[in-house]
Each structure stands twice: as C-alpha cells, then as structure tokens.
C-alpha cells in the first residue's frame, strides 16, 4: 500500500461492482498479503444493519490476523439525493432492484408501526397507500410480496445509527493511539449518493478512488470513458478500428461501465490470432448479443417467469434497445402461443400433453387449421418449439386480455411522460405472476 493509502483510515471506491472489482480486491490483497485472501468479507448495505457491519469490523480473529471488509453500498446514504423512502423504494423498482425495493419497503412498513407477524393482514392496496405513488400497480406490490417476501422481511430487521458507528470506528483509526492495524475497511458505493454530512466526513477520513465513466456533467467524461477502453484492449495486446469504436458505444451505450466492460471482452476474447478489431467482428458479436437477449425476453415471457424478464428487459433497456422493438418482440411471441392454442382448441385439443403426442398426433392438424386462417409461416415452425408455445402457463381469456393491452401500451410508449421501462415493468408484474 502506498504511503497516502496508509495515511487515511479506509478506502471508499466509487463505481460499478463488476468495473471496481479488481480493484477492490488488489487494494484487499495489498493489504492483507499473499497468505490471507481468505480474510475478506463482503457485506451489502441492502443486507445487512450498521450494526452487523460494526461487529464484523470489531470481531478479533482467532489468531489475529488481518482481515478486509468490504461494506457495499451503506443503507444510510441518500442514493440519488432521495430522502422520502417512498420515492428510494420507487427509484429501485426503476432501476429493476427489486430484492432491494423488497428491504425499502419492509424498512417502510416498520416505520408505520406495522409488526412483521401482522403482514400477512394487509393488503397490497393497503401497503399502496402507505407508500402514496401513483406510477405503480397493486400489482407490483403483490408480486414483490410473493417473490421477494424475505427480502421484505428483512427490511423489519436493517437499522442503522445513520452511519455514526462506521465512522466512529474510522475516527478512532484515524487516531495513531487506538488505531486498529489489522483490520481494512473499503466502502464501495456503485455511484455517488445525495451531498449529506455523513458522506463528506467518509470522504474525509477515507482515501477515495472514483472509477465512474459516465455522468455526462462530470468534466473530461469522454476522455475516461477511451482511456478505460484503450486500457483494456492494451491489457490484452488488441487494438481497435476507429469505426468499430464508434459503433461499439453506438450499440452497448454509455451509461453502464459494466456493459461496455461485459461486452469488451468477449470482443478481445474472440477465438482469432488477429490483432485488430473490426467493425465486422462488432457487429458479429454485439449484434448478435443482443438479438440472443431479446430471444431470452420472449422466452421468459412465453415461460411466464417474471424475474428472468426483468432481468433481460434492464440489460436491453441498458444497451438503449428502443422499448417499442420490445413490444414488438412480446406481442409477436404471444400472437404465436396465441394461434397454436387457439388451433389446437379447435380441433379439440386443450388439455397438456407429452412432447410425442403432440408432434405425431397433433401437430399436423393444428397446421392445417393456420394454414386455413392464412398463419402458414407458423406451421414451418419446428415441433418443439410448436410445443412450448401450446404448452405456455397462459389461459385464453388472459391471451386476449393481453392482446387487447398491447395497443394501450404501444400508445403509452409512444406519448407517456413515464420512462418504457417502468411501463413494461407494470405490463410483466400484471401478466407474469
């Protein structure tokens, strides 16, 4: 570590996990030696209570030897300069964090007075009305209850001192009397939070290394964002066309260092003894990463699983594919399940069957029934694929209520001052679970 490391109390990391991660570690391995990788905990704020953190920073170990705790994200700063909890919980459901929309919410509920063993009691209209936000469904709420009920309980359990203990703790390292040597506190915070005296004094008694790239406000921007590129493509002795560049950060965006990272090195990775990356090579692998993502939508959405659609319509949604392509993919995925059931129905067909039945005793019937209704390019599909769509979760009276959605939610797209993620998210929560 170098001189002005050791000088501050701990280390506070400013950038995306997967952008940072190295570098956390490098600092924790510089720290704690060769011998003692195994000495690092990593804690997540949306986790764990301050107090949970404080007794792993001042639990000894047996033999007293070094350790690194890695503290991601502290629950008491204001992410997003949001104070109001009700517009946090709505700002992680925005973002698709919804494990930690769960823990905001049941922090919420704590706060009104509400006992974990009675929130079973409410309902999701009743938990609505607490938060007071108008942009989201019931809907919402019930899923989260389902899917996330843990999370949400966990949020009864996370309290925190307003960070008074973490900095306390690095108050008395800061101080050479009761320095505590053999223990490295790094606090990561995936971005900057709201301006509040808290994050000033960590800013002070920790030595800060900003690994952001984007926020189009902050000075030089572009400048890093090369240098991070150019980094990386000389860590790996590549270099890279001037127009594959451009249309590199044409197609992944700019907002998200992970995804240029993610989609950077599968480029330098590719199986080629070349030296030079191309526009070709771009549009060969980005390209075609993004159209495998858009068939994980769709599939998610033919399987009725509402998290791994989520999941896939955040990285879209990241790599700025427009939110009507979207549509388009989903409307298209359900018109199919759609006709296949329909066609199946009416050549009495409408109960679950084995893949064998279906391909040598039904298929080519529901076949002559789309090519009658003039859908022949849905009988060149293949069996099984013709299958998993006659075989999706989906009832017919809910196939035609979606239908009817999607020119609601096409006009929404194209004139709603709310952002298309946020109402593809309503249109999943509504329809997936």
Known sequence: MTKKTASKAGILIIGEWQAVKEKCLQVAFDFLGKKEHDMITLLRGDEVSELQVMEALNTKGLFNTKKVIIYQDPSFLDYGREKDPSKKFLKAIKANRIKRAATILGRILYKKGIEIDALERFTPQKILSFLKID????????????????????????????????????????????????????????????????????MELCQVIDLRIATDRRKGADKALYQFIYDLLKEHQKQMDKAALELFLNLVGTDSMSAIRNELLKLVNLPSDKKRITIQDVQGLVVRHKEEEIFKLTEAFRAKKLIPALNSLHFLMEQNIPPLVLLAAIRNCTLRIFSIKAAARSVGINTPCPFNKFKYDYWDEIKKVLSDYGAKTMTQMHPYSAFLHFSAPYKMDTLYDIIEKFADLDLALKGSKLDGRILIERFFFKYLT
Request: no cysteine; charged share 30%.
């Open 135 to 202: 942009s989201i469904g019931d809907e919402q709420i019930e899923a989260i209850l389902k899917e996330h009920i843990r999370d949400v309980e966990k949020g009864f359990s996370l309290h925190d001192s307003g960070g008074k203990g973490v900095i306390s703790w690095l108050e008395k390292k800061a101080d050479k009397k009761q320095a505590t040597t053999n223990t490295l506190l790094i606090i990561h915070l995936s971005d900057m939070p709201g301006k509040s005296s808290t994050l000033n004094r960590l």
